[in-house]
């Protein structure tokens, strides 16, 4: 049965997007059977992977409102052992259109059990919000894994979103727990990134990978091109990291 993963962060820019595409990718290229789900608005997961997201009949939006099935809205084998349950803004509106219909914090944990067992992880890349769609990823979830840039307010961001994972763990899903911190955009030539580094650790005792995702320009320069960081730049730093943090979520037991 596969290991759902939520990556989540209330706190934008901390490389979620980044984080979500390149460990499915990496997983995949691992021999694992991945299935991607986006449920941000935003569908940068989606055109990252290549899609054209607004040209799309079936997305997840119409999944939650209930005019599709699971199964016509996964788009297969967009990259080798990797299908996408795809968003565009059409999602945006999910919110408002979910107001008063019953039990709408499981209506994506329905519909995934249903498939869940063709795949060895679901990666879900969570909006940076804490909303009806997050909470739905969360009630979906196994665990939540929380990519944390190395800059100042780290900390502040990362509180707010253990307050969070606990409100859902003990309301919605008590199986529900935290996978791990992973570091993103290191920059060794700075001590701001060391410190965050260190003080993290110091504040959260457990669940630290020890991967570190490197600032990296290969990197940010993929998604324009709709092709993971294993794919678009094999050998860089930035696939490298990756790799090392896919192997290190498939030796991870909760």
């Not at 901390?14 to 991945?34: F, Q, W, Y």
């Not at 519909?111 to 769609?133: G, H």
Request: proline residues 4%.
């Amino acid at each position: 049965m596969g290991r759902v993963i939520a990556v989540a962060n209330q706190k934008g820019g901390v490389g979620k997007t980044t984080t979500a595409i390149n460990l499915s990718a990496c997983l995949a290229e691992k021999g694992k059977k991945i299935l991607t789900i986006d449920i941000d608005p935003q569908g940068n997961t989606s055109s990252g992977l290549g899609v054209d997201k607004n040209s799309l009949k079936n997305t997840v939006y119409q999944l939650i409102i209930g005019q599709s099935s699971i199964n016509q809205c996964i788009l297969e084998n967009v990259f080798d052992n990797l299908d996408l349950l795809p968003s565009n803004v059409d999602l945006a509106g999910a919110e408002i259109e979910l107001i008063g219909v019953e039990d709408r914090e499981f209506i994506l944990k329905k519909e995934v059990e249903k498939i869940k067992d063709n795949y060895d992880f679901i990666i879900i890349d969570c909006p940076p919000s804490l909303n009806t769609l997050t909470v739905n990823a969360m009630t979906t979830a196994d665990s939540v894994l929380v990519p944390i840039q190395c800059e100042y307010y780290a900390l502040e961001g990362l509180t707010q979103l253990i307050h969070t994972i606990n409100l859902v763990k003990n309301r919605l899903n008590p199986d529900l727990y935290l996978e791990g911190v992973v570091f993103t955009m290191f920059d060794a030539r700075t001590n701001l990134s060391l410190q965050v580094v260190e003080n993290v650790k110091t504040n959260l005792k457990q669940n630290i990978y020890k991967t570190i995702i490197p600032r990296n320009v290969r990197l940010a320069e993929a998604p324009s091109h709709g092709i993971p960081i294993n794919f678009y730049d094999s050998k860089s730093a930035g696939a490298e990291g990756y790799r090392d943090l896919a192997d290190e979520v498939i030796d991870h037991k909760d």
